[in-house]
C-alpha cells in the first residue's frame, strides 16, 4: 500500500446533517478522504475547502460533530441518513476518533434510520452494536482485481477486507447492499467483470444492488489520466473520447447497461440490480 503523508486539521462546524440528494440526510464528519480514490467524485468539495495538498492527502476532523449533531437532533424530524456522501465515514482517522459512531449512535437513539457506504473494513467493529437496529450495510466495490484496486483506490480497504464486511454484516442480521462502480472502461467493464462482481455480492447475500460508470465529474478527469499515462498510456485516448466526446458516450452508457441486465438476467437477480448511469 502507498505511503503518504496525510495532513490533519482539526476544524468546527455548525451543522453536521444535512439534507441529502440519495436519502432524507447526509453525515460527513470528515472533509477529504484518506482512501485516495482516484476517480473520487468528491474531489468537487476543494472548490468549498481550498487545500494545498491534494484530494487524499488531508482530512479535516470536524471536532465538534458530536455536539452540533445534538443541537439539530432537537428539531429536526427523523429520517434516513446516507453515511457518507463525500468521504468514507470508516477512513483510517475514525479508529481514534470515533465521530462517525457517536453520531450513529446518537441518530439511531432518536429515530433515524442509516444507510452506510463505505471501502472499510473498520465498520466490522460497530456492526455488533448497530445489529437489530435501523441499519444498511453498503460496500463499494469497482472490481475484484487487487492488484488493479491499489492503483484506482491506494489506500483504501482490500477487495477481501469488503467482502468479509459483507458477510459479517450478514451475520448480524443487517441487510446489506453493493454499489459496484465505477466500472472502468476496459479495465472492469467487461461482461465477465460484471457478472463476477454480481454474483461475488449476490452470493454473499446481498440483495440491493447499484452499477455505476466512470464520470467526468469536476476535479476527476486530472487524476485519471495521470494514471493511465503511468499505467495504461494505450487507454488515455480511449477514456477522453468516452468521458468527453458526447456521441461516443451515449453509445458506451447503453451498451454498458445492456451488459449488466444481461448479467443480471442471466444470475436471475434482475430485480435486484439498478443502473445508476
Not at 453515511?83 to 450513529?104: F, K, N, Y
Not at 447499484?210 to 469536476?218: E, F, G, I, Y
Request: hydrophobic share 40%.
Amino acid at each position: 500500500m502507498p505511503s503518504r503523508q496525510i495532513v490533519v486539521r482539526e476544524i468546527g462546524c455548525r451543522t453536521i446533517l444535512n439534507r441529502g440528494g440519495v436519502d432524507d440526510y447526509s453525515l460527513n464528519c470528515y472533509v477529504g478522504c484518506a482512501h485516495g480514490c482516484v476517480y473520487c467524485y468528491a474531489r468537487f468539495m476543494q472548490r468549498f475547502h481550498p487545500h494545498d495538498e491534494p484530494w487524499g492527502a488531508f482530512v479535516d476532523v470536524k471536532i465538534n460533530a458530536v455536539e452540533a449533531l445534538k443541537r439539530q437532533l432537537r428539531r429536526l424530524p427523523p429520517g434516513e441518513v446516507f453515511v457518507s456522501s463525500a468521504c468514507d465515514g470508516w477512513q483510517p482517522l475514525e479508529a481514534r476518533c470515533r465521530l462517525t459512531h457517536r453520531c450513529c449512535q446518537l441518530l439511531l437513539e432518536y429515530g433515524f434510520s442509516l444507510n452506510i457506504l463505505t471501502k472499510s473494513a473498520l465498520l466490522e467493529k460497530d456492526l455488533a452494536e448497530f445489529s437489530g437496529k435501523a441499519v444498511q450495510v453498503g460496500v463499494t466495490l469497482t472490481t475484484l482485481d487487487e492488484e488493479l484496486r491499489k492503483l484506482w483506490e491506494p489506500r483504501a480497504g482490500s477487495v477481501a477486507d469488503r467482502l468479509r464486511l459483507l458477510g459479517s454484516a450478514r451475520k448480524h442480521g443487517l441487510p446489506t447492499s453493493a454499489m459496484l462502480g465505477p466500472l472502468l472502461p476496459r479495465l472492469s467493464d467487461s461482461a465477465a467483470s460484471i457478472e463476477a462482481l454480481l454474483s461475488t455480492v449476490h452470493e454473499l447475500g446481498v440483495r440491493r444492488i447499484w452499477v455505476d460508470a466512470l464520470n467526468p465529474r469536476p476535479r476527476v478527469w486530472p487524476a485519471v489520466a495521470a494514471l493511465l499515462r503511468r499505467h495504461f498510456p494505450e487507454l488515455l485516448p480511449e477514456y477522453r473520447r468516452l468521458l468527453f466526446h458526447a456521441p461516443s458516450r451515449a453509445q458506451y452508457l447503453a451498451e454498458l447497461r445492456e451488459r449488466v441486465r444481461d448479467a443480471a438476467g442471466r444470475l436471475g437477480i434482475t430485480r435486484a440490480v439498478a443502473c445508476c448511469m
